[in-house]
C-alpha cells in the first residue's frame, strides 16, 4: 500500500524535474513505477498488455543505461 501511494508522488516529481530541464526521461510514469517497485510494479500491472510492460522495461532500462554512459 505504501508504494501504491508513493507511486504518483514520485512520477510528479520526476515529471516536474523533466518539465525544468533537470532529468531526460521519456516517460517519467514507468521511470517511477520502476523507482518504487523495481520491474514488478511494471510486469505485475494487469492493465498494461504484457508485450507493452516489456517493452516500457526495455526501454526505460537503455534510456537509462544510455543516461549514465
Known amino acids: 500500500k505504501t508504494c501504491a501511494k508513493l507511486q504518483p508522488i514520485v512520477a510528479d516529481l520526476l515529471t516536474a524535474a523533466k518539465k525544468r530541464g533537470e532529468i531526460r526521461l521519456k516517460d ?17 500491472d494487469q492493465s498494461i498488455p504484457a508485450k ?10 537503455l534510456e537509462w543505461i544510455e543516461g549514465i554512459s
Open 28 to 44: 517519467p510514469e514507468t521511470a517511477a513505477s520502476f523507482c518504487v517497485y523495481g520491474q514488478l510494479g511494471i510486469l505485475l
Open 52 to 61: 507493452e510492460r516489456v517493452r516500457r522495461i526495455r526501454g526505460f532500462l
